[in-house]
């Protein structure tokens, strides 16, 4: 067990709908990362969050937003969903942005 | 050219073999490399952490990283079917952070008891 809990761990919804992931961090970690990861594209970064504050961005659609909120927890919005969208979707964290990085189980989106 | 290529694979060995999962990369200033263990719908679980040239060892594992032929490589010593999962590698850069670990694509191993 990494200490990152995300929830859920499964999830259908339809086309055109939205959802929100949510991850919690190690305890003591201040970073969190987003990370999609599909078949046929590997481990893909979205977005990263430091302290509550968006640090670095990747490969995030616009259709896509994330926060991070005071007690560290972060969320990541998916809306206007597409088939395509389907895909796991791994938070991880690190304690600073330059030490080790632990990822949570992930959630496995399915969009019908 | 992907800056890490690795191996898809799959791989399978027999039981209690040596593995050897093998990464280049084209990218000189990576100095930080890592390698992840992914069970099947699980998230990748951080197994080795290395910074430099040079080996490190840990229980059955070793880490190598060669930076004159930008090659790295993990050894799975008296292999299990434990062992089964998608090895991953990851490098960066020591003026970056972890946003810009760069993923190989993951190599499949199946450890045949």
């Known amino acids: 067990d990494s200490g990152v809990t995300q929830t859920p761990k499964h999830l259908i919804t339809a086309t055109g709908q939205r959802v929100t992931l949510r991850c919690s961090p190690r305890s003591g970690d201040l970073s969190v990362y987003w990370y999609q990861q599909s078949l046929d594209q590997g481990l893909q970064f979205l977005i990263q969050y430091y302290n509550g504050e968006e640090r670095a961005k990747g490969n995030i659609l616009e259709r896509f937003s994330a926060q991070q909120f005071p007690d560290l927890h972060s969320e990541l919005n998916l809306s206007s969903l597409e088939l395509g969208d389907s895909a796991l979707y791994f938070c991880?964290?690190?304690?600073?942005?330059?030490?080790?990085?632990?990822f949570g189980q992930g959630t496995r989106l399915t969009v019908v | 050219q992907k800056e890490v290529e690795q191996d898809p694979g799959p791989l399978s060995v027999p039981e209690g073999a040596i593995v050897s999962l093998n990464c280049t990369y084209s990218?000189?200033?990576?100095?930080?490399f890592m390698w992840y263990r992914q069970y099947s719908r699980k998230g990748p679980e951080l197994l080795m952490y290395t910074y430099s040239s040079g080996n490190k060892e840990d229980g059955r594992f070793t880490a190598q990283v060669d930076k004159s032929s930008k090659y790295i490589s993990l050894f799975i010593r008296d292999s299990q079917p434990s062992d089964s999962a998608t090895y991953l590698c990851?490098?960066?850069?020591?003026?970056?952070?972890?946003?810009?670990?760069?993923f190989g694509t993951g190599t499949r191993l199946t450890i045949i008891p």
């Open positions: 990218n000189s200033a990576f100095q930080y």
């Open positions: 991880a964290s690190s304690l600073r942005e330059d030490t080790e990085a632990f």
């Open positions: 990851a490098m960066r850069a020591p003026n970056f952070g972890n946003e810009k670990l760069t």
